[in-house]
């Protein structure tokens, strides 16, 4: 099991904008990605600004197979238009 936490900060007033596209993307990802048995938009209680998606994947190749995604591919420019920097990944082994 591999974990992912993605943090994202996003520009002041995009946070409509950018929910509505990572709606339609987490649809996507839970209607047509079986590997994938989490994927969790959060928002900071402290920094409204910030999110984190929390995703949790069968095995390497559930997330390498989210990477390739026509609806991961075709999410990218409506959530890069909404992100105030470069998000942080971390990659996370299951343990239990």
């Known amino acids: ?9 996003i520009q002041d007033g995009k946070a409509e ?3 509505a596209v990572f709606r339609t993307l987490s649809a996507a990802v839970r209607a047509n990605e079986p590997g994938n048995l989490c994927y969790q938009l959060t928002r900071s209680k402290t920094d409204p600004t910030t999110y984190k998606v929390l ?3 069968a095995d390497a190749d559930a997330l390498k197979a989210h990477g390739a ?3 991961f591919k075709a999410a990218g420019p409506g959530l890069g ?3 105030a920097g470069k998000p942080e ?8």
């Not at 099991?1 to 900060?9: E, R, S």
């Not at 990944?89 to 239990?96: I, K, Q, R």
């Open 17 to 19: 904008d950018f929910e």
């Open 81 to 83: 238009a909404c992100l």
């Open 69 to 71: 995604s026509d609806h």
């Open 1 to 9: 099991m591999i974990g992912v936490i993605a943090t994202l900060k």
């Open 55 to 57: 995703e949790v994947y």
């Open 89 to 96: 990944v971390e990659y996370l082994d299951g343990v239990a």
